[in-house]
């Protein structure tokens, strides 16, 4: 009802009730006891249902993926001499959902003309990216080469969403590979495997729920030679910082800005393996000399950043806004082999299970 017509109704009643008690006597006017004025009963507020999830709302969009089999993306480059100028990627990505608009730089800049309810992925995938760059085994000399292996399964991005509901199990296998010889020499390379699996990005969301059993590997690999590697002077504590050999294996991953109302839950039952190796040969006790080489191998899983949460108590989701589970298997390593000198190099080796995260204003 409008409030103009509920006002009118409300006054109307008021009039009618009180002419009725004039007209019925009562107090010391007289007449058989009317009992005086007595005020409408106000109407009933309507019930918000917190714990709704707005399946099939006529204005929001509901969506349901669900992918089996097996994606294979791989690139070769073999048998060659010396390599200049060489890029490689190998991307695969199942189950994805993007209902805003991006600038260049990736950040979100506005929700489409579509709001999202309920987004159910379910994934049992096998994905597997490859590069490979194989020189002779005498000696090849390879200048400025970027290798990329990628696989992303489940994948929600939206302003305001409702539930998201993942699941996945498989494997995912992210490698990439440049062999040289005896007397090789490589100057400028970039090695970047990564496997994303279950992940949610948005402003404001109600309910998320993601389980992983998909093991994951992550891998980078470089054979050199006696003539060894360098680069560009790097600074390894800028911002920016890309490094040689970097390998990252990432599952239930959140970051929002308010959870409103609802709650999360993250279960993870799966292995991470994140390697980076590279081994530079000697020849006759000569060895490789290494200079501005970096490792980082990554392992995250159950991550969940969140700007604000609203709490809707213990009536919807148990009493908990976060629930974490975590029984996973975590590896992550770097190797550097040579017998040369070694200079302005850097290894980090990183675990992470179950982290939230709520930042300060």
Not at 227 to 253: R, S
Request: glycine share 10%; hydrophobic share 40%.
């Amino acid at each position: 009802m409008k409030k103009t017509v509920f006002v009118t109704a409300l006054l109307a009643t008021t009039i009618l009730g009180a002419s009725a008690a004039y007209a019925g006597g009562g107090g010391n006017h007289g007449g058989g006891g009317g009992g005086g004025y007595h005020p409408p009963t106000p109407p009933t507020p309507p019930v918000v249902d917190v714990c709704a999830n707005d399946l099939c709302n006529p204005n929001l969009a509901d969506f349901k993926q669900t992918l089996e089999g097996f994606q294979k993306a791989i690139n070769l480059i073999v048998n060659v001499d010396d390599a200049t100028g060489i890029v490689q990627k190998a991307v695969n990505a199942g189950n994805l959902v993007t209902v805003v608009q991006e600038d260049d730089a990736g950040l979100i800049t506005a929700q489409l003309d579509i709001g999202l309810g309920t987004v159910l992925q379910d994934a049992d995938i096998d994905q597997f990216a490859l590069n490979k760059l194989d020189g002779d085994s005498w000696g090849s000399d390879f200048d400025d080469v970027t290798q990329s292996a990628t696989n992303v399964v489940n994948s929600v991005t939206g302003l305001k969403i409702v539930v998201v509901d993942q699941t996945a199990t498989n494997e995912q296998t992210s490698a990439n590979k440049i062999l040289g010889g005896k007397f090789s020499k490589f100057y400028d390379l970039e090695q970047a495997a990564t496997n994303v699996v279950n992940s949610v990005t948005g402003t404001e969301v109600k309910r998320i729920i993601q389980n992983v059993e998909t093991d994951q590997s992550a891998s980078n690999f470089i054979l050199g030679g006696k003539h060894g590697y360098d680069a560009d002077a790097v600074d390894w504590n800028a911002d920016d910082v890309t490094y040689t050999q970097a390998a990252v294996n990432a599952a239930n991953l959140i970051n929002i800005d308010l959870l409103r109302l609802g709650g999360i839950d993250q279960v993870s039952g799966h292995s991470q393996s994140a390697t980076n190796i590279a081994l530079f040969q000697s020849f006759h006790h000569y060895g490789a000399d290494v200079y501005d080489f970096g490792q980082s191998a990554t392992n995250v899983t159950n991550s969940v950043t969140v700007g604000q949460i609203l709490s809707a108590g213990c009536g919807c989701y148990g009493a908990y806004e976060i629930d974490q589970m975590a029984d996973a298997s975590q590896y992550a390593k770097n190797l550097l082999s040579t017998l040369g000198d070694v200079s302005n190099t850097v290894q980090s080796a990183t675990n992470v299970a179950n982290s939230i995260s709520i930042p300060t204003p």
